[in-house]
């Protein structure tokens, strides 16, 4: 399918990405299906977007007008097989078997020119599309976090995806006015191998005690970090964040430069998920 033929985006997952793609792909005039398991994550999802999109408008980002009508072009489905689109997007926890199941089920929901895509963050897109019946029409298609803010899409091509699937994922990012860059499929992708070392590495500091999660923050943002990498870790999930890091390494056999950390394991276990659920290393519940 060529990108101007796409019109229907549907997102499975409406967690912190999936809701800040929707708004992306809405703005930019599509219309757009939203799923989640969890209906509660749906609406929290809408009100979201509807959020950011108002401040949007404050800050002279967007207009009235646009804002408006990309809440008219969002929807929900409360059923997996209502969502039959042009292009169907997964993005949701980052474990291989929930992600494939839900493709599996895309594409047999769906016409055989769809394009599916994943937001994995780390799992190999040839891993994910061993289920599939087409794995030519799969991609990796990964937004950064916030999405509506981030330039930046890489775009996976596994080892059965076809040109055509990645040359109109090209168009595609373009039409969002955002860059997208092309990588080979490989655990963590370009992004998140290399990032893994200000986490992991940082993470060992405060294991170590070395210094304090405000010190270590301060001072990579002195030193040019936009954020620190702990402010970064609440910001995207400390669960997702340790996901993508277990991904890494068991599919590097276990290098121990990506060796998970155990503080980061106990604060999953804790249900300290960073911002989302209002604690992480920073409390959220009394920080404005
Ligand atoms: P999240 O925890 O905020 O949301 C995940 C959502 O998936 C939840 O709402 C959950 O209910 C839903 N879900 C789980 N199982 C489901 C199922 N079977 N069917 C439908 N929905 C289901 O996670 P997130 O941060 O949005 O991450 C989603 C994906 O995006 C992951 O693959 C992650 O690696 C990737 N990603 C995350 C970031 C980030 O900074 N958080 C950045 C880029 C990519």
Do not use: C, W
Not at 63 to 73: H, L, M, T
């Amino acid at each position: 399918m060529a990108a101007t033929a796409i019109k229907t985006v549907g997102i499975v997952g409406a967690g912190i990405m999936g809701q800040g793609i929707a708004q992306v792909f809405a703005v930019a005039g599509y219309d757009v299906l939203l799923y989640d398991i969890q209906p509660e994550r749906i609406s929290a999802g809408l009100a979201l977007i509807r959020k950011n999109m108002e401040a949007a408008v404050e800050k002279g980002k967007l207009s009235a007008a646009q804002k408006d009508e990309a809440n008219k072009r969002i929807n929900s489905v409360n059923d997996f097989r209502y969502l039959q689109v042009d292009l169907a997007i997964e993005s949701v926890i980052e474990k291989l078997e929930v992600k494939q199941k839900i493709l599996q089920e895309l594409e047999k929901n769906n016409s055989t020119e769809t394009i599916l895509a994943t937001n994995t963050s780390s799992i190999p897109v040839t891993q994910i599309a061993a289920v599939l019946k087409h794995p030519k029409r799969f991609a990796g298609l990964h937004f950064f976090n916030p999405a509506p803010a981030m330039k930046l899409v890489e775009i996976i091509k596994g080892a059965s995806t076809q040109e055509t699937t990645v040359n109109t994922l090209r168009a595609l990012v373009e039409n969002l006015g955002k860059v997208s860059v092309l990588a080979n499929d490989s655990p963590g992708f370009i992004v998140n191998r290399v990032a893994r070392h200000f986490y992991v590495e940082s993470l060992q500091l405060l294991e170590e005690n070395v210094a304090s999660v405000e010190t270590i923050d301060t001072l990579m943002r002195s030193t040019g970090f936009k954020m620190g990498p702990f402010e970064l870790m609440d910001l995207i999930g400390i669960d997702t964040n340790f996901s993508v890091t277990n991904s890494i390494y068991h599919s590097f056999h276990q290098d121990s430069k990506f060796r998970p950390s155990r503080l980061q394991q106990q604060k999953v276990d804790a249900g300290h998920h960073g911002r989302k659920s209002g604690k992480g290393f920073y409390d959220y519940t009394t920080k404005s």
